[in-house]
């Protein structure tokens, strides 16, 4: 099968490079012209440092070149994912569509598969997620991942098509599952590192991923989640990889907010706009999701560090 990746990011790059080093021809298509020569030329794209492009990759900017694929990874934000699919759905129809964003979309409240159903239902719409950062991905390093589709057969197409010897792809059918568990792990990604930020400590953090993964469960099985899903790669995998290491953008901007540093504002933090998403999904619902709510509101400005950890620390006592 032919595949293309929609993104010149770091993970869609990432992952053009896992899949042409070991059995792909891939093309990737990125907004940026300048970005997209420096990819043809030199081989490189600056947010992958290190990383040499191989051979077997080619790049446009042209965005028509990607509709020649029977595959399309879309590596791109989680919200601007439903304005790519409006624009360009009659291209897309047909195609294997593959979410590779974690977040909600906050105009419906929707995760990128049920997204790409609902705007191109002519596709097959998958979704990959779990444990991993764009650098391990790049240079080969072991993986093992989450794809999420409703039919199981077109999955288990799309795993053989998109496993590599280094990343491996377990399959399941509950995409909302696979959906909740890599947008909600971000929020509480940006609450750990507010807590180590904010000097709190290692068992404080412990305390809170902890914490934080039954407030996952109860807001996705409540939605229609699988239990199992958010306990495997794309739930608890994740939720382990991005609450502890400085490579997750999230962790990063929950540190900056924790030690009231600036963050670039250029970078994307999915996790910002999934908090406010999870925050209204809560009130609707009627759902307690204390960590999801101080984190929407420190984003917002409407809390300080220190008045969102009393708020948490004040909570009631009760049985685990």
């Known amino acids: ?20 080093l070991d059995h792909n021809d891939i093309h990737l298509w990125a907004r940026n012209p300048d970005a997209v020569a420096t990819m043809h030329t030199d081989r490189t794209n600056a947010k992958l440092p290190g990383v040499v492009l191989p051979e077997r990759m080619t790049f446009s900017s042209d965005l028509n070149s ?27 129809a047909g195609k294997y569509l593959v979410a590779c964003c974690k977040g909600i979309d906050l105009s419906r409240m929707t995760g990128p598969a049920s997204t790409i159903r609902a ?65 909600l792990k971000n929020v509480m990604a940006i609450a750990s590192g507010v807590t180590i930020g904010a000097g709190l400590g290692e068992s404080a953090r412990a305390a809170l991923i902890t914490r934080g993964f ?8 409540e939605l229609g989640a699988q239990s199992d899903t958010l306990s495997g790669l794309s739930g608890f995998g994740d939720l382990v990889l991005t609450c502890t290491s400085d490579q997750s953008r999230n962790y990063r901007y929950g540190l900056a907010l924790g030690k009231a ?13 999934t908090a ?4 209204q999904l809560a009130q609707d619902l009627g759902i307690d999701m204390p960590i999801c709510t101080v ?10 560090v220190t008045t969102a950890l009393n708020a948490l620390l004040s909570r009631p006592l009760k049985e685990e």
Request: aromatic share 4%; hydrophobic share 50%; proline share 3%.
């Open 1 to 20: 099968m032919k595949i293309g990746v929609a993104g010149g990011g770091a993970f869609g790059t990432a992952l053009g490079v896992a899949l042409a």
């Open 66 to 92: 990607l509709f020649d694929f029977d595959v399309i990874l879309l590596a791109i934000p989680a919200q601007t994912l439903r304005d790519f699919l409006t624009a360009n759905a009659k291209h897309l």
């Open 119 to 183: 705007l191109v239902p002519d596709a097959v719409a998958a979704m990959l997620t779990g444990p991993s950062f764009a650098a391990d991905i790049a240079r080969g390093l072991p993986a093992a991942l989450t794809l999420a589709c409703t039919d199981d057969a077109h999955c288990a197409i799309l795993q053989t098509a998109l496993s590599t010897t280094s990343m491996r792809l377990y399959r399941t059918t509950d995409t909302v599952g696979a959906e909740l568990g890599g947008a």
């Open 214 to 221: 039954p407030e996952m469960q109860r807001l996705a099985t």
């Open 261 to 273: 540093e600036a963050f670039d504002a250029a970078t994307t933090v999915e996790g910002a706009a």
């Open 276 to 279: 406010h998403a999870v925050r």
């Open 295 to 304: 984190v929407a509101d420190l984003t917002e400005g409407k809390t300080d």
